[in-house]
């Protein structure tokens, strides 16, 4: 995976729309390994994943639940990002970005929630969405909403000055997924930076 400027905050919409199209994803063992010499990465664990894209900047899961048209997707992104004076100004980075990409023409957002996160010992950003979308690309749901929550993480890369990479996890579909916390955690926790001097 090699740094690109592609935002990370609007990749959804191409993820779903990719998966709702007829041509076929390759499966993906769970836990399947993806790393590289910039992040360790796997398939989430569970069965039933299959490949969506992967390409330098952006390694993309995704997977269909058990009503019509409901679907879930895993991704890690590699991204630039400008200099921050503090982690206010890398929160609201993040928070500007979501906005942006999700335009209120299209999506009504229920809940958001963007808080820094230190745990990790470098800077991250915290981000927990829930929104209707107003114009769903799936036949079964034309003309009708669907539920998008979204689960992610934004952070700086701790040893790369300039780099960013962000781990998201998310369902579409009428309703709620209620283990959609387990999962995104596990997800996320999951992916971290690979050491120095253990590149595959």
Request: hydrophobic residues 35%; contains cysteine; proline residues 8%.
């Amino acid at each position: 995976m090699k740094p690109g400027y592609r935002p990370a905050f609007g990749l959804l919409l191409v993820a779903y729309t990719s998966l709702s199209a007829s041509s076929p994803h390759p499966a993906v063992s769970p836990n399947q390994d993806f790393s590289n010499s910039t992040l360790q990465l796997h398939a989430p664990a569970s069965t039933g994943w299959y490949g969506v894209a992967q390409t330098p900047t952006l390694v993309e899961f995704g997977k269909s639940g058990t009503s019509a048209n409901e679907t879930f997707v895993a991704a890690v992104i590699l991204m630039r990002l400008p200099p921050f004076e503090n982690t206010d100004a890398f929160a609201e980075y993040v928070r500007e970005g979501v906005i942006k990409d999700s335009p209120s023409d299209r999506f009504d957002t229920t809940e958001s929630i963007v808080q820094y996160s230190p745990e990790r010992g470098y800077p991250c950003v915290r981000y927990h969405g829930i929104s209707n979308d107003r114009k769903p690309r799936t036949s079964a749901f034309f003309g009708k909403t669907m539920r998008i929550e979204v689960v992610a993480l934004y952070c700086e890369h701790p040893t790369k000055p300039g780099l960013g990479f962000a781990v998201t996890f998310s369902h579409r579909g009428g309703n709620a997924d209620e283990n959609i916390g387990k999962d995104a955690a596990d997800f996320i926790d999951s992916v971290q930076v690979t050491p120095s001097g253990k590149a595959p």
